[in-house]
């Protein structure tokens, strides 16, 4: 899971690294209301999961209350790389001698960590990469040792920090390391890591990704999940913890495996049809799962028919035909289902349906042959 930048801040601050004083708006009146607040000069900041938000125009410095009131109009609805501004950060403006870069992440065909500290933040550490990879000071962090003050002091050497700057840098590493690890990182970033002109180091903004394996011994991480998306049958899946992703289409598609599911957007499309969402019902394609993925599927208005589309292998079609039924009994669906159910136990599968198809419940033998069937239904 991706962090916006102010909860990447909030992450930061669990482990002892120093932010800037600021809160979250979502409207211009809380904008004003974060700043006056504060105190100004401030910068607002636009929440958006995507990098380069400063050139895109989603950060702006206010030197008081008019100015946030325009940067926080402008900012608020912005389009950043396809990401629109919803949530602003408003956070005390701070004075920038120099601007650096440090990160952690998994070096995996090495089995460690990486570090990665520059002298030259600010900029996208790609770009520093390509054009002066002396640029980039890498450390390789066995897990095991972990990172010590010793070694991150010869660390900031090496990348040749300003003098002014090692010692709290080398500390706030340390605590960054710990971030990542503890914290269960796949990455902890902060660029620019600045320098103010009264020498004290300090994170301008956050860059994390939480490691999704260890959200179980992480309940706190319960709070990051907001905001996510706008759209009411995401919120629903995301509530019945389904894999879904909403589209604009007609045919409602229940698929086992992300594969699956893609193919038969594919195969619909191919045939002159629209999907209505992306689901993966994965392995478990239980009763209560497919009462879940039908009930989302047929409160969307646009869904004219449903596919599912079902290739039993450690899941059991007749499994799934059982789950199909008893889902039908539970939940009332208005759109006609066309279902291709081949692999593990498909003929068992079959006839456990067979007394059940209508004119609103059809199975179809193959995967185009349903995928023309229910885009017939659809286009209806
Ligand atoms: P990004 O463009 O998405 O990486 O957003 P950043 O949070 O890194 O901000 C972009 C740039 O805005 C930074 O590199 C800074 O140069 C500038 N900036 C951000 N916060 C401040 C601040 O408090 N004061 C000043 N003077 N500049 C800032
Ligand atoms: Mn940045």
């Given at each position: 899971?991706?962090?916006f930048e102010y909860q990447?801040k909030?992450?930061?601050?669990?482990?002892?690294?120093?932010?800037s004083?600021g809160d979250v708006a979502?409207?211009?009146?809380?904008?004003?209301?974060v700043?006056?607040?504060?105190?100004?000069?401030?910068v607002v900041k636009a929440q958006?999961?995507?990098?380069?938000?400063?050139?895109?125009?989603?950060v702006?410095?206010?030197?008081?209350?008019?100015?946030?009131?325009?940067?926080?109009?402008?900012?608020?609805?912005?389009?950043?790389?396809?990401?629109?501004?919803?949530r602003l950060w408003i956070e005390?403006?701070?004075?920038?001698?120099?601007?650096?870069?440090?990160?952690?992440?998994?070096?995996?065909?090495?089995?460690?960590?990486?570090?990665?500290?520059?002298?030259?933040?600010?900029?996208?550490?790609?770009?520093?990469?390509?054009?002066?990879?002396?640029?980039?000071?890498?450390?390789?962090?066995?897990?095991?040792?972990?990172?010590?003050?010793?070694?991150?002091?010869?660390?900031?050497?090496?990348?040749?920090?300003?003098?002014?700057?090692?010692?709290?840098?080398?500390?706030?590493?340390?605590?960054?390391?710990?971030?990542?690890?503890?914290?269960?990182?796949?990455?902890?970033?902060?660029?620019?890591?600045?320098?103010?002109?009264?020498?004290?180091?300090?994170?301008?903004?956050?860059?994390?990704?939480?490691?999704?394996?260890?959200?179980?011994?992480?309940?706190?991480?319960?709070?990051?999940?907001?905001?996510?998306?706008?759209?009411?049958?995401?919120?629903?899946?995301?509530?019945?913890?389904?894999?879904?992703?909403?589209?604009?289409?007609?045919?409602?598609?229940?698929?086992?495996?992300?594969?699956?599911?893609?193919?038969?957007?594919?195969?619909?499309?191919?045939?002159?049809?629209?999907?209505?969402?992306?689901?993966?019902?994965?392995?478990?394609?239980?009763?209560?799962?497919?009462?879940?993925?039908?009930?989302?599927?047929?409160?969307?208005?646009?869904?004219?028919?449903?596919?599912?589309?079902?290739?039993?292998?450690?899941?059991?079609?007749?499994?799934?035909?059982?789950?199909?039924?008893?889902?039908?009994?539970?939940?009332?669906?208005?759109?006609?289902?066309?279902?291709?159910?081949?692999?593990?136990?498909?003929?068992?599968?079959?006839?456990?349906?067979?007394?059940?198809?209508?004119?609103?419940?059809?199975?179809?033998?193959?995967?185009?042959?349903?995928?023309?069937?229910?885009?017939?239904?659809?286009?209806?």
């Amino acid at each position: 899971m991706d962090l916006f930048e102010y909860q990447g801040k909030q992450y930061f601050a669990r482990f002892g690294i120093a932010v800037s004083p600021g809160d979250v708006a979502d409207t211009v009146d809380e904008a004003v209301a974060v700043a006056e607040r504060i105190g100004y000069p401030v910068v607002v900041k636009a929440q958006v999961k995507v990098g380069g938000r400063g050139k895109a125009g989603g950060v702006k410095l206010a030197a008081n209350v008019d100015e946030v009131r325009t940067h926080a109009g402008n900012i608020l609805g912005l389009d950043i790389k396809g990401h629109v501004v919803r949530r602003l950060w408003i956070e005390r403006s701070s004075d920038i001698a120099k601007e650096y870069y440090a990160s952690f992440t998994l070096d995996r065909p090495n089995k460690t960590h990486l570090g990665m500290l520059s002298a030259q933040g600010g900029v996208e550490i790609e770009v520093v990469a390509e054009e002066n990879p002396d640029a980039i000071a890498f450390l390789s962090i066995d897990p095991v040792r972990g990172l010590d003050l010793a070694t991150a002091r010869r660390w900031v050497n090496e990348a040749e920090l300003d003098e002014a700057a090692r010692e709290q840098t080398a500390e706030l590493l340390v605590k960054l390391y710990d971030c990542y690890t503890t914290g269960d990182c796949d990455l902890a970033e902060i660029n620019p890591l600045i320098l103010t002109p009264d020498n004290k180091v300090h994170a301008l903004d956050a860059k994390v990704t939480l490691d999704d394996n260890a959200s179980f011994r992480h309940p706190e991480w319960e709070e990051f999940r907001v905001n996510e998306t706008e759209d009411p049958r995401e919120i629903m899946a995301k509530e019945k913890g389904l894999n879904y992703i909403g589209l604009d289409g007609t045919v409602g598609i229940i698929a086992n495996g992300a594969g699956l599911a893609m193919s038969t957007l594919d195969v619909v499309n191919q045939v002159g049809g629209t999907a209505a969402n992306f689901l993966d019902i994965g392995g478990g394609a239980n009763a209560d799962v497919m009462a879940a993925a039908l009930e989302v599927i047929s409160a969307d208005p646009k869904v004219k028919a449903i596919f599912v589309n079902i290739f039993g292998g450690i899941t059991r079609v007749d499994e799934v035909a059982k789950g199909v039924i008893e889902a039908l009994s539970r939940v009332s669906i208005s759109s006609p289902i066309v279902l291709r159910l081949d692999g593990t136990n498909a003929v068992e599968g079959r006839a456990i349906l067979a007394p059940h198809l209508n004119a609103a419940l059809i199975t179809e033998p193959t995967m185009l042959d349903a995928a023309r069937r229910v885009v017939a239904l659809a286009n209806a």
